[in-house]
């Protein structure tokens, strides 16, 4: 059973914070603790900012997806997507996918989740030849727990193992998931991101 599973069906979040507290207070002498790679993950990705919702199959990512939809308010708004496949899977939600920044949010899939770092690896499967800074604000990410590793060096081999004819390019990692809460000059062109990651339990 995979500790999201766990987690979400027996832990309370006060246990959690506890756990992850005595983790964090531990002394910087003392020898790294290794983690299991979707615990790390977890972690490192809740540290980061980044919000998730562990779903348990394809009814519950569509649930959580419509929950998203409703807490921001983007039912009827236009939706950065480059993916035919999403597209098709969440067509009963009334949205309109174009290919713009303009766009109330990015929805897309990734290459893979860091467990080291907390990050989303991403390529230009996922965002064609765009940079970070010239796609919407907010994203929100569908992955499976089949696609954690535990450090980008891992990710990167999977990257060309699976692309062996033609390594996509633009290969980029999202980490940083807070969002700015007031635009200045000093924020300009930051690759910050208010994030979603739906995450699909299919091990």
């Known amino acids: 059973m995979s500790l999201f599973r766990r987690l979400f069906s027996s832990k309370s979040k006060s246990d959690q914070k506890s756990k992850e507290r005595h983790i964090d207070d531990r002394s910087k002498y003392m020898p790294e603790i290794d983690l299991p790679i979707d615990e790390s993950f977890m972690m490192n990705f809740k540290r980061n900012g980044g919000k998730f919702l562990y779903c348990d199959n394809d009814n519950e990512v569509l649930d959580s997806f419509d929950k998203i939809l409703l807490e921001n308010d983007w039912y009827e708004k236009q939706v950065c997507c480059f993916d035919i496949g999403l597209e098709h899977k969440f067509s009963d939600f009334n949205l309109e996918y174009v290919k713009n920044s303009t766009a109330s949010f990015f929805f897309a899939t990734c290459e893979y989740l860091i467990a080291d770092s907390g990050s989303i690896l991403v390529s230009s499967n ?18 499976a727990t089949s696609q954690l590793v535990k450090s980008i060096g891992e990710g990167l081999k999977g990257i060309k193992e699976k692309n062996k004819n033609a390594i996509p390019s633009n290969i980029t990692t999202i980490k940083d998931f807070e969002p700015q809460k007031e635009k200045d000059f000093l924020s300009y062109g930051s690759s910050s991101k208010n994030l979603y990651l739906l995450l699909l339990e299919d091990l």
């Open 126 to 143: 996922q965002l064609r030849e765009k940079k970070l800074t010239e796609l919407p604000d907010n994203f929100v990410i569908l992955a």
